[in-house]
């Protein structure tokens, strides 16, 4: 056995602690960053409490790969490799708050992609259900929100454009990709009383607000975006 003498003690003592003071300040800088986003989303109009309580909990810098870190709580979006990207905060909350959310909602959320946005579901709704195409981000979405503690999030890898049929119906459905059109799976998963949101168009994107009522179903535009293409069976269309 190596002996540790009072002087390598004391240095790895002092070691433990720099680094113990590197990582503190580096949480407390990453939580002034993530306070000063949910600011200025407020500002811009995100202003549903619950979606505020989660956009300030959830710790976006840890659905960002390492060499984009530091830029984790601007408000735009980033690549997360794979050709994908984690979606713009106000984006995430915008499209978060239009769907109304309630504790005892399930939702289905189409395209994971960091699992960001699950996590932000999660934090709201009882039950996330949630599909990747894309299996290395899927998996290592599911990795990560498992090893956060989110019981209530349930990862599929596969194609999203049929929906979770054996999971449906859904109070709410969030697309995270475009497709050119409206998928009709994800709509007749949809619950009565459910709002869908979705990004729609090739070129130029247009968010469209799904809502089902007892007597059908009504379409509303609404903003104009930019989102990656939801690829698999929508292409097919």
């Not at 994107?205 to 690829?231: K, S």
Request: glycine fraction near 8%; charged fraction near 20%; charge should be negative.
């Amino acid at each position: 056995m190596k002996r540790v003498t009072p002087a390598t003690g004391a240095l790895m003592a002092t070691l433990i602690i720099l680094t113990t003071c590197r990582t503190s300040a580096q949480d407390m800088d990453y939580q002034s960053a993530r306070e000063a986003l949910v600011q200025l989303l407020t500002e811009e109009g995100i202003t549903d409490p619950a979606v505020v309580a989660s956009l300030r909990k959830v710790e976006r810098h840890l659905f960002v790969p390492e060499g984009y870190r530091n830029q984790s709580y601007r408000n735009s979006p980033l690549p997360i490799g794979q050709g994908q990207t984690i979606s713009q905060p106000f984006i995430v909350g915008y499209m978060t708050q239009i769907l109304d959310l309630q504790p005892a909602d399930r939702v289905l959320e189409i395209g994971t992609g960091s699992g960001y946005q699950a996590a932000i579901l999660a934090e709201i709704a009882a039950e996330v259900y949630t599909i990747e195409i894309i299996p290395s981000l899927g998996e290592q979405a599911e990795r990560l929100l498992t090893s956060l503690g989110y019981r209530n999030i349930h990862v599929r890898i596969g194609d999203g454009y049929q929906g979770w049929p054996e999971a449906a119906p859904f109070q709410a459905i969030m697309v995270t990709a475009a497709p050119g059109h409206i998928p009709q799976p994800l709509v007749d998963q949809l619950a009565v009383g459910g709002r869908m949101i979705i990004p729609v168009g090739e070129s130029y994107q247009t968010l469209i607000l799904i809502e089902r009522g007892a007597d059908g179903v009504t379409v509303q535009r609404d903003l104009p975006v930019r989102f990656v293409p939801m690829t698999g069976e929508a292409l097919q269309r």
